[in-house]
């Protein structure tokens, strides 16, 4: 069974910060890795895909990295504004039925 | 381009109503899916089409329905509604779900009384 797993649930860093979040999976046949950003009450922001072929993409001060091996990625968010405030969830899809598996997220507060 | 889009936002039903929450892309994506969203829980695939006219279950489905009749449309069916399925529902596309990345709706929040 696929298991997505985002630690820390919560996180609060000061403005200016340069944070990573993080992601693991189960999944060893993993096709891709997307990460969201969700606001409250709002749908699902695409952020970043990282295919298995790829290592890392990036997207402004956002950068994503996929290590299959480890079953690890990790997003890196570079100088944090309060703008950035919001729950990031990484999502893997894989499976034999191209299956897109999500964590719970991790809810970042970035303080003024 | 729209996007994803779904209707109604919000919706009360009453215990054992029926309706019918609407999806629809306008990206020619052959891969649908809806997810409900729960606290504590994350986000749970319901039903999942890979084209017209194929359908099927994810991994909460008791209790709701889906069709495909054309590309661009997706509907969720309660048929009869409880107060589980209180929740927030999001409808999801992509062009080809090995490669490519999934498009979200801005969702529908349910609640069942």
């Known amino acids: 069974k696929q298991e997505v797993t985002q630690i820390p649930a919560a996180l609060s860093v000061p403005e200016g910060e340069n944070l990573v979040l993080n992601c693991s999976f189960t999944?060893?046949?993993?096709?891709?890795l997307q990460w969201f950003r969700q606001d409250p009450g709002k749908g699902l922001t695409s952020l970043l895909l990282?295919?298995?072929?790829?290592r890392e993409q990036t997207s402004g001060r956002l950068n994503a990295s996929l290590d299959k091996s480890s079953g690890r990625s990790t997003l890196y968010i570079a100088a944090s504004q309060p703008g950035d405030s919001a729950t990031y969830l990484c999502?893997?899809?894989?499976?034999?039925?191209?299956?897109?598996?999500f964590g719970k997220g991790t809810l970042l507060t970035v303080n003024p | 381009n729209a996007g994803v889009t779904q209707t109604p936002k919000f919706q009360v039903l009453k215990t054992g109503q029926s309706m019918t929450l609407q999806c629809a892309q306008d990206?020619?994506?052959?891969?649908m899916s809806w997810y409900r969203q729960d606290p504590g829980m994350g986000l749970r695939l319901i039903h999942y089409?890979?084209?017209?006219?194929?359908?099927d279950q994810g991994e909460v489905p008791n209790g709701y329905n889906v069709s495909r009749s054309t590309t661009e449309d997706f509907p969720l069916r309660l048929l009869s509604a409880a107060p589980s399925q209180t929740s927030v529902y999001f409808c999801?596309?992509?062009?080809?779900?090995?490669?490519?990345?999934?498009?979200f709706g801005s969702g529908t929040r349910l609640t069942v009384v």
């Open positions: 990282i295919q298995s072929s790829q």
């Open positions: 089409s890979v084209g017209a006219g194929i359908t």
């Open positions: 990206m020619n994506h052959e891969y």
């Open positions: 999944d060893s046949a993993i096709y891709n």
């Open positions: 999502a893997e899809t894989g499976g034999s039925n191209y299956k897109l598996t």
């Open positions: 999801a596309s992509s062009y080809s779900r090995k490669n490519y990345g999934y498009t």
